[in-house]
């Protein structure tokens, strides 16, 4: 069964609910393994004062006994504190949508007499379940091996050098500070960048990494265009609010750059197993997984919300107005990442559940030790001429 969820719940409502159907039984898990990853997603420099508000704790209430999943779906609460002060409120009428936000969108598509209706779904206050999914989904990884971890490597017009730093020490040093940069020096740089950008009643956008260590090659599928993996994951971190833009490995660079210097070469060592010399196609080829690392970029672009605010227009008297300041970040880019890594866990755990089909762990371990690798033994070849034998 494929990974599914659906996330439901406002910005200010009562609370967030997710279920996640698809993960087999047996995968040991605890509210704390998911805890983990939501205290992470609530960390980061220029984050705004509702993250002094909400400490989010997960609330399993179904597909999970005594420690270990069951097959059944899973449901996820958590609570929204910031709701008893909006329970009894009068709710001040919002007629100004925001540029860049889903505000006008929202109520061309939907008929809003609202805008606050846009606001509250589209509101990244969401990806909290996202993240808790992600976490689930983690953990299933981990049972073969798999790990998916992010880092900031650029925020505003600061961008990290990490050219000669090995993805493993990225990974290493991605939490040695609140930006999440593991070049301290490039780290030092976005504090002030942030720090200018309050000053300035501004936002600031960036770049986020996430690698995946550990995958089998041969995930995902050539043979149709939305069974490629990495279109799946493309379409996925576009999916989180405020990203606008994805590649694969070092894609936009590589597109100015010849095929010579830009294809992986492929090597066999003495007991006859394949590699690559290097990894610009960010683990996947043809849409499938080779076995390297998977490395995917994000673009995020500044958030819409702005202390300075910027010219609309009120639809309520049809003059120029400029927008009204709604409680947010600054810069969320550290904020992004571990929504980053939860959106990569859900791809890739659904590809390898696809890959290996089975209802519980106890099945699938063994499926996946026998799996075909980048090994000649793995890979016999005929070797002789044949015809494609259409009767057309």
């Known amino acids: 069964m494929p990974i599914r969820f659906l996330t439901a719940g406002e910005s200010h409502g009562p609370g967030l609910t997710a279920i996640l159907e698809g993960m087999p039984a047996g995968l040991p898990l605890t509210a704390e393994d998911i805890n983990l990853d939501l205290r992470r997603r609530q960390k980061g420099y220029g984050a705004g004062g509702r993250m002094q508000i909400e400490k989010d704790g997960i609330v399993v209430t179904s597909g999970l006994m005594n420690g270990l999943t069951t097959g059944a779906p899973i449901a996820l609460h958590v609570q929204n504190r910031d709701f008893k002060s909006w329970k009894e409120r009068d709710i001040t009428p919002i007629t100004t949508p925001r540029p860049g936000h889903a505000d006008l969108t929202g109520a061309v598509k939907y008929g809003y007499r609202e805008l606050r209706l846009s606001l509250e779904r589209a509101s990244a206050r969401e990806t909290t379940m996202r993240v808790a999914i992600g976490a689930i989904c983690k953990k299933f990884l981990a049972e073969f091996d798999t790990t998916v971890a992010g880092y900031v490597s650029q925020l505003g017009d600061v961008i990290a050098d990490l050219s000669d730093m090995p993805i493993a020490e990225r990974i290493a040093r991605n939490e040695d500070n609140d930006v999440r940069c593991p070049d301290p020096v490039a780290a030092e740089a976005m504090h002030g960048a942030i720090r200018q950008i ?136 550290p904020r992004a990442v571990p929504v980053g890594e939860a959106m990569m866990a859900i791809v890739l755990a659904d590809a390898l559940l696809e890959k290996l089909g089975g209802d519980s762990i106890e099945e699938m371990l063994p499926r996946f030790a026998s799996l075909r690798r980048n090994r000649l033994e793995d890979l016999p070849m005929d070797n002789r001429a044949w015809r494609f034998g259409y009767d057309v």
Do not use: W
Not at 294 to 321: C, E, F, W, Y
């Open 198 to 333: 309050k000053i300035d009643k501004d936002t600031l956008g960036g770049v986020f990494e996430v690698v995946a260590q550990g995958l089998p090659p041969g995930l995902g599928s050539h043979v149709h265009y939305d069974r490629k993996l990495d279109a799946r994951l493309v379409a996925a971190m576009v999916s989180i609010q405020a990203m606008k833009g994805a590649e694969i490995g070092s894609a936009f660079e590589n597109a100015g750059r010849r095929g010579s210097q830009v294809h992986d070469d492929i090597i066999v060592d003495g007991a006859g197993n394949l590699s690559r010399r290097s990894n610009r196609a960010g683990g996947l080829e043809g849409g499938i997984t080779t076995g390297e690392p998977i490395l995917v970029r994000v673009a995020m672009k500044p958030i819409s919300t702005m202390l300075r605010g910027a010219q609309s227009v009120d639809l309520a008297t049809g003059s120029a107005n400029p927008t009204v300041y709604e409680r947010s970040d600054f810069c969320a880019l």
